[in-house]
């Protein structure tokens, strides 16, 4: 069975005046979309893998056959980074998290605001295209916020996504041009946590 594009849950110009809506377009019909074709032929060549869904054949990758490795890597990452930052984001949403994922927010990182600017140095100082994650440990049963090049999954490693900012220049040039930082300043005021707190519970009790 071939992956497919999901729908956003929201319109292109949903997100302006934060995400401009010709970004929503070419990230979500363009970008993804290639990940989501490139991901379907590199696994033609191994039909014992069709029956697998995104999230194990990421946290199985290494029963993922050497010569189509990379490929699941990048575009099966891909996939999964983009799907899962769709639903990260929404109108009308940003301000903080309450609940749950405040309170381990608040126990791993201090407070919300040094949550915040961890999370957007580990996106500044990714030299290149990559993504800056909050992510659950479950080995350290403990939320940590990382960087991550390229489209690598911290679902390779055991990790499972909280929240993440997609920082390839594809998701911000048309508007931010070089200014990232304007970029993930911006972004805060479309994340929906409540989304975050639905992955946070979801994460923590081993789902
Ligand atoms: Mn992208």
Known sequence: MAFTLPALPYGFDALEPHIDAKTMEIHSQKHHKAYIDNLNKALESAP??????????????????????????????????????????????????????????????????????????NGLTQFGSGWSWLVWDPAAAALKAIKKPNQDSPLMEGLVPVLGVDVWEHAYYLKYQNLRAGYIDAWWNVVNWKKADEAYAAAKAGK
């Open 48 to 121: 014992e893998l069709a029956s697998k869904d995104i999230v194990t054949l990421l946290r199985e990758i290494k029963s993922v056959p050497e010569s189509i490795r990379p490929a699941v890597i990048n575009n099966g990452g891909g996939h999964h980074n983009h799907a899962f930052f769709w639903e990260s984001m929404a109108p009308s949403a940003g301000g903080e998290p309450s609940g749950a994922l405040s309170d381990a927010i608040k126990a791993s990182f201090g407070d919300f605001a040094k949550f915040k600017e961890t999370f957007k140095q």
